[in-house]
């Protein structure tokens, strides 16, 4: 089950949802719109290793807004801190914004229960595309889920603007095997 529009705004007053800011515009029929914060990040290697942590350089995106360039993959995150010890959350692009062809989270929509934090934004254009600070790039879903709860204890919990893969953690726990 997907929770509605006024379901969320009544689980975000009680507190089975946390999301801050909350803004009542940003509520969809059955998701929530999340901002683009002013953060971006980019690998600076020439082949990004998945086994090591990977230097990144940041961008701010000014009040012009910033041209994201194709080919390039560009590490962005939410305005809003978003998550739920209740409610599984999906993180999408707006439709109106993959009209633009831009990819917003690539392969990666699946929040935990129990995650707290910024979302990283997998950023990366069909073509340049200028973007900007504020506006609304994705919406975040939440599922209804059944089973006992473990909540989530990893390694993006409360994650404050964009955060750069920990992959390399994973394959540091199991020495050579590569997970
Ligand atoms: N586009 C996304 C997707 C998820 N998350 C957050 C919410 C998730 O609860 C958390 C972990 O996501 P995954 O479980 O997909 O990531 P990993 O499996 O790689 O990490 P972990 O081992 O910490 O679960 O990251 C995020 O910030 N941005």
Avoid: C
Wanted: avoid cysteine.
């Amino acid at each position: 089950m997907i929770l509605t529009g006024p379901e969320i705004t009544a689980a975000a007053r009680d507190g089975r949802l946390a999301i801050s800011p909350f803004e009542p515009g940003q509520v969809n029929p059955n998701s929530y719109n999340v901002r683009l914060g002013p953060t971006l990040l980019t690998y600076t290697t020439a082949v990004i290793d998945a086994h090591q942590p990977n230097p990144t350089a940041t961008v701010e995106i000014g009040e012009d807004g910033y041209v994201l360039q194709p080919g390039e993959l560009y590490l962005g995150h939410t305005l809003e801190q978003v998550g739920s010890d209740t409610f599984v959350p999906l993180l999408f692009g707006r439709s109106s914004v993959g009209r633009l062809g831009l990819f917003v989270e690539i392969t990666a929509p699946i929040g935990d229960i129990g995650f707290h934090g910024q979302w990283t934004l997998m950023l990366s254009p069909i073509r340049p595309l200028r973007v900007y600070a504020g506006m609304k790039i994705g919406q975040i879903m939440f599922f209804v889920s059944t089973g006992d709860v473990d909540l989530y204890a990893g390694k993006y919990q409360a994650a404050d603007g964009p955060q750069p893969s920990r992959y390399w953690r994973d394959a540091a726990r199991v020495g050579a095997v590569a997970p």
